[in-house]
């Protein structure tokens, strides 16, 4: 078992900057691949980035590329969304997730834990 707590969240202007955090208990993340998904109302919970669980492995959604950064410190057990460039549209509540994988997982139905949600707004 595994516990994940997000923070960082908050409301930014378009063109800013926010960095989202996901602390682990339990289990080390070096056991896990993980990555980071987003959700508004009414729709399904899309990916973000993810990371494998060696670090030497990302993936980035096409609208995240060039402006998101995943990153793992092992020894915080924490891993990390660097978010730049916000638009508006980056708007959602932001989940990190982790499953027990060698590879980088995309796919939401792949993920055996996930955290709580933070919410990150952008104003225009």
């Known amino acids: 078992q595994v516990q994940l707590v997000e923070s960082g969240g908050g409301l930014v202007q378009a063109g800013g900057s926010l960095r989202l955090s996901c602390a682990a208990s339990?289990?080390?993340?070096?056991?896990?691949?993980m990555g980071w998904f987003r959700q508004t109302p009414g729709k399904e919970r899309q990916f973000v980035a993810a990371i494998s669980r060696r670090g030497d492995s990302v993936s980035y959604a096409d609208s995240v590329k060039g402006r998101f950064a995943i990153s793992v410190d092992y020894a915080k057990n924490t891993v990390y969304l660097q978010m730049n460039s916000l638009k508006p549209e980056d708007t959602a509540v932001y989940y990190c997730?982790?499953?027990?994988?060698?590879?980088?997982?995309?796919?939401?139905?792949?993920?055996?834990?996930w955290g709580q949600g933070t919410q990150v707004t952008v104003s225009s």
């Open positions: 997730a982790v499953v027990e994988s060698f590879g980088v997982m995309t796919r939401v139905y792949q993920y055996d834990y």
């Open positions: 339990g289990r080390t993340f070096s056991s896990y691949g």
